[in-house]
């Protein structure tokens, strides 16, 4: 059973892998662990500089209620980005599950500042797999986290 | 001549009510104050929770390379909540104008601790206008920067 709902963010990262993107997905579960958004990240499928994975769940799970934010997860392949981070303070999610930051550490230190609890989990095929695209994709992968690219 | 942006802001924030949405706009300027991009709040017209006016204005703006956004003012007709400080973050924008941080206060102390220059203009205009909408529509307001909504 997928509990933390890694396997499916997973999924969704794999399925971006596939479309040519940059593959980072993620899930947004309820309090029951059921799974209320999903989503990758669109940056080259859609030309997007803001649908991010986490940006992509929260917009696939619609317009939710404060309480029901304040009682879900946000499970995602990649420690978020501040963007994301900035989300997740906004929605105010209690907790957040993170595949691997060996290849991105974002803004998890705010998130633990303002309470928020956070989980990386240090998983092989979310590491191995955007190891994989940041390597074949430099590029597009610095203009995802607003770096330049001098290669 | 608006150099600061705020009047084209201000209009997409009184497109947005004309619209029955949540009248808050954004405008991103190039490095000469030419717009990139421009948008407002799509919660009611998209039910989006995520394209806030900011994150509307940077969508509309597209992929641009890190050198850019380096350059950029983004210009907002209200204090931007804890995505779009987010956003301004990840792409390391080095500037914000906002029209108002009355009827809704920030996170411009991370911005300023991360060193981004804030200017809040006080502006008249973009203060009636939101608080027209707040009191027409608390619940609506409420659920834009997930607080529950109690009367």
Known sequence: MDILGIRAAYEEASTGYQEGGIPIGSVILDERGAI??????QRIQKSSPT????????????????????KATLVGTLSPCSMCTGAILLYKIPRIVIGENINFKGDEDLLRDRGVEVTV???RECTSLMRRFI????????EDIGEAHFN
């Open 36 to 41: 209320l958004g999903r989503g990758h990240n």
């Open 121 to 123: 989990l240090d998983n």
């Open 51 to 70: 649908l991010h994975a986490e940006i992509a769940a929260l917009e696939d799970a619609g317009r939710q209620k404060a309480t029901v934010y304040r």
């Open 135 to 142: 390597q074949e994709r430099p590029e597009e992968w610095n």
